[in-house]
């Protein structure tokens, strides 16, 4: 079954950096757009191809990538601010939907907490 396990999150300074882990399995992750969400919204994005994109408050200080040989995907946070605390997850874009309920699947998620 499908299964997203998010790592790497803590505490961190204004200005400092944490990266994120993102192990995917259950589904043909190499066939598939992924991105990292926080409140639940888009904010990094990498498709099947390797282009990427972001939302402004994140550009140019979040860098996400993708390694198909592991089902993984991670997201490098530099220069953090405090409003980039949040739960942070991975998903597919858009979210993955599991039966029967067919309802959105998330996992744990990881927690960033920058401090001011």
């Known amino acids: 079954q499908v299964q997203l396990v998010e790592s790497g999150g803590g505490l961190a300074q204004v200005g400092g950096s944490l990266r994120l882990s993102c192990a995917a399995s259950g589904f043909g992750f190499s066939r598939t757009d992924m991105a990292w969400y926080r409140h639940r919204e888009m904010i990094a994005r990498v498709v099947k191809g390797g282009y990427t994109n972001y939302v402004d408050s994140v550009k140019g200080r979040f860098t996400i990538s993708r390694d198909d040989a592991k089902n993984m995907v991670y997201l490098q946070m530099n220069d953090l601010k405090p409003e980039d605390t949040a739960v942070y997850y991975c998903?597919?874009?858009?979210?993955?939907?599991?039966?029967?309920?067919?309802?959105?699947?998330w996992g744990q998620g990881t927690q960033v907490t920058v401090a001011s």
């Open positions: 998903n597919t874009d858009p979210p993955v939907k599991v039966m029967p309920s067919w309802d959105e699947y």
